[in-house]
């Protein structure tokens, strides 16, 4: 197969790609150029920058393209609907960047309770603000309220039930599979957090 990678690939997947008898093209296009292009390729690679549009479908359709593959999680820039309409499928990657967001979402956690992004800003002005930020607190003991509880919502909750925190699971979306086994407990994170009240409450109301 001939494969187009438009905004970039990890070098060692090409490789093991190309190992397989795979001519892979590494080769960003402009919008306008884009839908020619994709006629001599059976596959397609894109991140975020490339947006393949029904436009691009249009002047595909007609040469190799058969698979448009998305690395990463959303596929708000591709024409999923009319690419499938037109003997194109999509895929994506889902499961690429689950663990890097939740690592992400708790080291923000820390950073906020322990003021690192402020504290780091001010020293860069060189102001030493220790007492102003030196009143962290602990995670350990506090409740998590997890809003959504998908892939990155499950990775979440097992990093954080490592820092031995107090975790309430609020799940908008019930499935047999993967959360019952787990506490639902909308009432706690609402006692801990006024402002989500309403929210939540929509939210319960539909578990």
């Not at 998305?70 to 309409?85: F, L, S, T």
């Not at 002005?125 to 009143?135: F, I, L, R, V």
Request: net charge positive.
């Amino acid at each position: 197969m001939r494969i187009l990678v438009t905004d970039g690939m990890d070098k060692t997947a090409m490789a093991q790609l190309r190992e397989l008898g795979h001519e892979v093209v590494e080769q960003f296009y402009e919008p306008d150029q884009l839908g020619k292009a994709l006629r001599d390729f059976d596959v397609v690679v894109v991140r975020s920058k490339t947006k393949v549009r029904a436009n691009h479908i249009d002047e595909a359709k007609e040469g190799k393209l058969k698979l448009i593959i998305r690395g990463g999680v959303g596929v708000d820039n591709i024409d999923v609907k009319y690419a499938e309409e037109n003997g194109i499928t999509v895929k994506n990657t889902p499961k690429a960047s689950s663990e890097s967001v939740a690592e992400l979402a708790l080291g923000h956690m820390f950073s906020c309770v322990r003021y690192l992004s402020i504290a780091g800003h001010t020293m860069r002005e060189d102001k030493w603000e220790k007492k102003a930020y030196g009143k962290g607190i602990e995670l350990r003991g506090k409740t998590l309220g997890i809003v959504g509880f998908g892939r990155i919502g499950r990775n979440l909750l097992i990093r954080a039930n490592l820092q031995e925190a107090m975790l309430h699971t609020v799940a908008n979306t019930l499935k047999a599979n993967n959360v019952t086994s787990l506490p639902i407990r909308a009432e706690a994170v609402m006692a801990e957090n006024k402002a989500m009240s309403r929210e939540l409450e929509e939210m319960k109301a539909k578990i």
